[in-house]
Nanobody, 115 residues
């Protein structure tokens, strides 16, 4: 059974930092690409950052320079380090992977940035 579990969200002041984690099970983690997405209230889910099985990284333009995605295959975990947070970063953050052409999502972790 494939499972993704996000953690690390919370309430932070503008300019602060958070590190999100996404722990995976039920898949050969080192062989998968993983993405972080977010969904703000009343908005569509959007890509934040993604990291391939080979370590290639892609960021949404608004996150470049502030967010860093990384992975630890030994721990089966992908991280999202977020710095210089802004109120507009407030959203539920989800991680995603595809396994045998089936998309899997975690339950999400809430990030709230106060001004």
């Amino acid at each position: 059974q494939v499972q993704l579990v996000e953690s690390g969200g919370g309430l932070v002041q503008a300019g602060g930092s958070l590190r999100l984690s996404c722990a995976a099970s039920g898949i050969i983690f080192s062989g998968t690409d993983v993405g972080w997405y977010r969904q703000a209230l009343g908005k569509q889910r959007e890509l934040v950052a993604a990291i391939t099985r080979n370590g290639r990284i892609n960021y949404a333009d608004s996150m470049k320079g502030r967010f860093t995605i990384s992975r630890d295959n030994a721990k089966r975990t992908v991280y999202l380090q977020m710095t210089s947070l802004k109120p507009e970063d407030t959203a539920v953050y989800y991680c995603n992977t595809n396994w045998f052409a089936t998309p899997y999502w975690g339950q999400g972790t809430q990030v709230t940035v106060s001004s």
